[in-house]
């Protein structure tokens, strides 16, 4: 199988590829803006890039294995539903959310799509 470019030239992955490529973790990071405009990441997204308490303070070590189970658990609404302290962490601009996962130590896919 050779490699498959859509109309517009960029490279498509099949679904196996794409599933090869999650099982392995190479999602990657990546920011995205949010209908809202503020800014956020998907991908491979470590839970202290991810979530806040819902207060907007940093989380601590106990409260990330918390928000975790939340993930893994399903907690009614999720994390930041009615029921979660946590919500999910934005900033207002890329630069910020880039800012923040440097500060972190992880490196960030340069995404075009996250222009302010």
């Known amino acids: 199988m050779g490699t498959m ?3 517009f030239g960029r490279i498509e992955e099949s679904d196996l590829a794409v ?7 190479g999602l990657g990071l990546h920011v995205i803006k949010y209908p809202s405009g503020n800014f956020g990441f998907t991908g491979s997204v470590p839970v202290e890039l991810g979530y806040t308490n819902k207060d907007g303070s940093p989380l601590s070590d106990d409260d990330a294995a918390e928000a975790m189970k939340e993930v ?3 907690v009614p609404g999720g994390v930041g ?7 999910t962490r934005t900033w207002k601009t890329a630069k910020e959310a880039l800012a923040a996962a440097k500060k972190a130590g992880y490196d960030v896919a340069d995404d075009a799509d996250a222009k302010e």
């Open 5 to 7: 470019r859509d109309v």
């Open 19 to 25: 599933a090869m490529r999650f099982a392995k973790g």
């Open 72 to 74: 893994k658990y399903s």
């Open 81 to 87: 539903g009615k029921y979660s302290k946590f919500k």
